[in-house]
């Protein structure tokens, strides 16, 4: 008996691993569909991890979870009644997960709830500028520098922000500009890690120089 035991949770270990590696390589591959606009591929992979891992989660400094990207496919694909449920549950898995508060907002705007959809984009952005401005602060000297180091995204985010609390709102650029906030996010998140790993690279470099 204690040896079944052992045998059965060695193999939900080995099922898990698999899960998470399958999830990874169709994350990887609905993310480099989204970047160049094959949005209906994108989906398809991002149901595939989802169905593989629902509580998959991507990424290390900046987390995201697998609904998350199912949900802004949706989105993007004018699936708006299956993006609204798909990005609450990525909430609801992350009070965190802007990007998904984001495009949550988004697609309550194009439903036609514009209150609601309105908070919904400012809160997200505001937690994106907020979470840029942390790792810059307390990770600066690491990982954080390479994070919007020139306040691109941060600038574009407090103009947006000026936007939506004045008395003239163009919805239209907001809609625009909260997609090109959206997508920005998940270049950066791919830009920071190269940079950090080819800093990594030329520290070791130098030190094996002076052995």
Partial sequence: MKRTYMWLFS????LSGCAATQADHDIYLGRQAFFIGNYEAAQSYFNNAAQVDPNYVYGTDYRQGVWSYVGRAEYITGNLQEAQRDLERAIAADHNDDIARLYLGLT?????DRQQGLKEIESGMRGIHEWLDHVNFH????????WDPGSEIRSAIKGNLAMISGKELDLKRLISNAEWLGKRMEEESDLAHKQESEDL??????KGETR
């Avoid at 309550?108 to 036609?112: C, N, S, W």
């Avoid at 990770?139 to 390479?146: A, K, P, R």
């Fill in 201 to 206: 690279s030329r520290d070791s470099d130098g």
């Fill in 11 to 14: 193999s939900l270990i080995a």
């Fill in 108 to 112: 309550l705007i194009r439903k036609a």
């Fill in 139 to 146: 990770h600066g000297l690491s990982w954080g520098q390479f």
